[in-house]
């Protein structure tokens, strides 16, 4: 089922990305396969760890911030409620691959329980202030899928750090 999310949401992070950055490209890598392209990017080191440690991010990618500065960008995608292990796994791949973006995307919507941690720990101690948290849904009134923030009540976290590209007018 997660599988299926992968090129949907690809297609639609490129075009958000796109809005912003030149040279966005962005690719499967959850079989922990890495394509000539998306490795000249990443430092050996880097590669180096990703193999040792079995490390699969679902999709990987980068872009050109400025004419002279290429980011990174790591996206984790679950096709179910989150867990915290999801938050800090996804911390985990930013960490790695220095990624100026660590987003994790679900197709279901926080649990209450979850919003709190998250809010407590972004809010009070800062510990997860480099993972964006997203919702993907299927438009049903078209094909088109979109990418929202989710929920809605963490924008206070997020209010300084989600870049407005990101954002939508269901927000």
């Not at 995608?77 to 994790?104: C, M, P």
């Not at 329980?113 to 480099?130: A, P, Q, T, V």
């Amino acid at each position: 089922m997660e599988q299926a999310l992968y090129e949907p949401i690809r297609l639609a992070l490129l075009k958000k990305f796109e809005t912003v950055f030149s040279n966005v490209y962005l690719e499967n890598t959850s079989e922990g396969v890495f394509s000539p392209k998306l490795r000249e990017e990443l430092l050996k080191s880097t590669l180096h760890v990703i193999r040792v440690e079995t490390m699969k991010p679902d999709l990987t990618g980068y872009y050109n911030k400025t004419e002279y500065s290429i980011e990174r960008l790591i996206v984790e995608v679950k096709a179910r409620k989150l867990r915290i292990k999801d938050v800090y796994q996804t911390k985990r791949y930013g960490d790695v691959l220095n990624a100026e973006y660590a987003i994790l995307i679900s197709s279901e919507s926080l649990t209450r329980e979850i919003r709190e941690f998250i809010k407590e720990n972004y809010l009070i101690h800062r510990r997860l202030k480099d993972v964006i948290i997203l919702k993907y849904i299927q438009n049903a009134t078209s094909t088109q899928e979109e990418i929202i923030m989710e929920p809605k009540v963490l924008k206070d976290i997020y209010s300084d750090r989600l870049p407005a590209f990101l954002k939508t007018d269901t927000e």
